[in-house]
Every structure is written in C-alpha cells, then in structure tokens.
C-alpha cells in the first residue's frame, strides 16, 4: 500500500512539473524576450559601475608606466634595457586583466541577453514556419476537394457547396410588369473566411451605387496590375486599398503568380454573391466580397 502511494504521489508531481515545463516551452518566446530586455538593462548597469571603477585601474597603469620609464630614463645600472621591457609587458598584461575582470560581469550579461533574444527570435521563425507548412497543407487538401467536386458535379455545384448557395426569389421588372426568378443567393453565412462586405464600415465606401461599383472595379484593375508587374499580392493590401481593416490570415494568403487563377477577382460581378445582381444593377449601394485567393504566399515569395 505505501508503495503504491509513493507511486501516486510521484505520478501527480511528475504530470505537474510535466504540464509546467509545457507551459514555459510555450511561453519561451515572451519568456526569452523579457529575459533579453531585461539583461540588456542589467547590462547597462553593469557597464556604467565598472565605467566608475575605470579610474583607479587607468590611474595604477599610467603610474606604473611612469615609474618604469623614470627608472629607464635614469640608466641605471641595477635598471637594464631588459628589465624595462620585462616591466613594461608585465604592466600592460596586468592593465588588460584588470579591464577584463571589471567588464567581465558587463559583457557576460550582454553576451546572455544577445543569446536570449536571438533563441526567441529562432524558436518564433520555427513556430511561424510550421504554421505556414500546416496552413499550406490544408489549403492543398481543400483545393484538391473542390477539384474532385468540380470533375464529379461540375463548377456550380462546387460553388454551391463551398459559399452554402440556397435559392432564393427576386422580383425582376421587365416590359409585363415584372416577373418572379428564382437565383442563387448566399444564405445566413459568408462564402468564406476571406470574405467581407463592403459597406459603410469602410473609409471608401459611398451613398452613391454607381461610385461604388466604378471603385470596386478600379482597384481589382489595379491589384491585376500590381499581381502581373510585381507577381504577388497579400489580401491585406486588397483590404488596404479598399479602406477596409486588415486580418491575420491576409497577413500570409494572397496571389502569386504562376500558383493559380493569375488573376484577382473580387467576386463583385458574379450572381452567386449575396446580392450581387441587385449591386450590378445599382439597387444596392453594398456588396459581399468573396476574394479568389491562392492562398498561402507568405512562403512561396
């Protein structure tokens, strides 16, 4: 019995320092971070006493080479041509050993702080690089869904499933005095992660439907032009150049060229966008921007 409850005593303090050490593993950015800033502080500190004590080592050196160079000066004979070198090389090797030992302590602390901030800075890129490897590796997946989807229903179906198209009656006025069609509309949800409205959230955005459909036009031409002279555009400069706040994911996906569509398209003029006939036809000043990005570019720049 006391055997097994030593063992159980010993499971509970290794699965606690077991969960501690996973939460400082995981933390070990910020953790090295701080411990880098503040060293370089402590550094300072360091420095600046040892810069006090300077004095006194530069006052023992400058007195010991005065003495040796006196006692030279005066050729005596119990003071030779060799004893004044022996002194003098003892003088300066002790004046290096006596800096070293006082900005030692300085210069370790900056030595570990340098070490501190580099190890954050590598274990952030080795984070970075593996979310980017998993965030690429399920954009592929995705994309080889929607293409088996494509080749076994065809594109409208694959449009249908990925922005959740539901049908939906609008009143069409024509010469009889207007009829009822039934079109695909987006339903309660987004067509995508990316995706966002253009309304009166954005600096850009104006009362006039006209003036909206004329800009949404003009910056799509001009992120095509940005995509062919430059060969990549990030989704955060599209949200930019529309007055629109910026997002993590835009930080990394875009388009490249050469990796998919070769081409921007805000998914303005299409019928399957919430509203977008009623914005085409100028009856809605706002739109649903359903961007067609590549996906991850952040490492394929």
Same mark, same amino acid.
């Given at each position: 019995?006391?055997?097994?409850?030593?063992?159980?005593?010993?499971?509970?303090?290794?699965?606690?320092?077991?969960?501690?050490?996973?939460?400082?593993?995981?933390?070990?950015?910020?953790?090295?971070?701080?411990? #880098?800033?503040?060293?370089?502080?402590?550094?300072?500190?360091?420095?600046?006493?040892?810069?006090?004590?300077?004095?006194?080592?530069?006052?023992?050196?400058?007195?010991?080479?005065?003495?040796?160079?006196?006692?030279?000066?005066?050729?005596?004979?119990?003071?030779? %041509?060799?004893? *004044?070198?022996?002194?003098?090389?003892?003088?300066?090797?002790?004046?290096?050993?006596?800096?070293?030992?006082?900005?030692?302590?300085?210069?370790?602390?900056?030595?570990?702080?340098?070490?501190?901030?580099?190890?954050?800075?590598?274990?952030?890129?080795?984070?970075?690089?593996? $979310?980017?490897?998993?965030?690429?590796?399920?954009?592929?997946?995705?994309?080889?869904?929607?293409?088996?989807?494509?080749?076994?229903?065809? $594109?409208?179906?694959?449009? @249908?499933?990925?922005?959740?198209?539901? %049908?939906? %009656?609008?009143?069409?006025?024509?010469?009889?005095?207007?009829?009822?069609?039934?079109?695909?509309?987006?339903?309660?949800?987004?067509?995508?992660?990316?995706?966002?409205? *253009?309304? @009166?959230?954005?600096?850009?955005?104006?009362?006039?439907?006209?003036?909206?459909?004329?800009?949404?036009?003009?910056?799509?031409?001009?992120?095509?032009?940005?995509?062919?002279?430059?060969?990549? $555009? *990030?989704?955060?400069?599209?949200?930019?150049?529309?007055?629109?706040?910026?997002?993590?994911?835009?930080?990394?996906?875009?388009?490249?060229?050469?990796?998919? %569509?070769? *081409?921007?398209?805000?998914?303005?003029?299409?019928?399957?966008?919430?509203? #977008?006939?009623?914005?085409?036809?100028?009856?809605?000043?706002?739109?649903?921007?359903?961007?067609? $990005?590549?996906?991850?570019?952040?490492?394929?720049?």
């Amino acid at each position: 019995m006391k055997l097994n409850g030593l063992k159980g005593i010993a499971n509970v303090l290794t699965s606690k320092v077991g969960r501690q050490l996973l939460v400082a593993q995981k933390h070990s950015p910020t953790i090295l971070l701080a411990a #880098g800033v503040v060293g370089m502080g402590a550094t300072i500190v360091l420095a600046s006493r040892a810069t006090l004590k300077l004095d006194k080592v530069v006052s023992k050196y400058e007195e010991g080479v005065h003495t040796a160079k006196t006692l030279h000066e005066q050729h005596r004979d119990d003071y030779t %041509d060799a004893d *004044f070198r022996k002194d003098m090389v003892v003088i300066h090797t002790q004046y290096i050993v006596s800096l070293a030992k006082l900005y030692a302590p300085a210069v370790a602390m900056g030595l570990a702080s340098v070490a501190a901030l580099t190890s954050g800075h590598v274990v952030l890129n080795r984070r970075n690089t593996a $979310v980017m490897a998993a965030y690429a590796a399920l954009q592929k997946g995705f994309s080889e869904y929607r293409r088996r989807v494509v080749d076994e229903h065809g $594109v409208e179906k694959d449009q @249908e499933y990925r922005l959740g198209l539901v %049908d939906k %009656d609008i009143y069409v006025d024509d010469d009889e005095g207007g009829v009822v069609q039934t079109i695909k509309a987006l339903g309660e949800k987004k067509a995508s992660i990316y995706s966002v409205f *253009f309304d @009166e959230r954005s600096s850009s955005w104006s009362r006039s439907p006209g003036y909206n459909q004329i800009f949404l036009q003009a910056q799509q031409n001009y992120m095509n032009d940005l995509l062919n002279s430059r060969g990549h $555009v *990030f989704l955060n400069e599209v949200y930019d150049a529309l007055g629109l706040p910026r997002t993590k994911p835009g930080a990394v996906v875009g388009w490249i060229k050469g990796k998919g %569509d070769d *081409f921007v398209d805000f998914g303005v003029f299409r019928g399957d966008t919430y509203m #977008g006939q009623e914005f085409v036809n100028g009856n809605e000043r706002s739109v649903l921007l359903d961007f067609n $990005v590549d996906g991850v570019i952040w490492d394929q720049i």
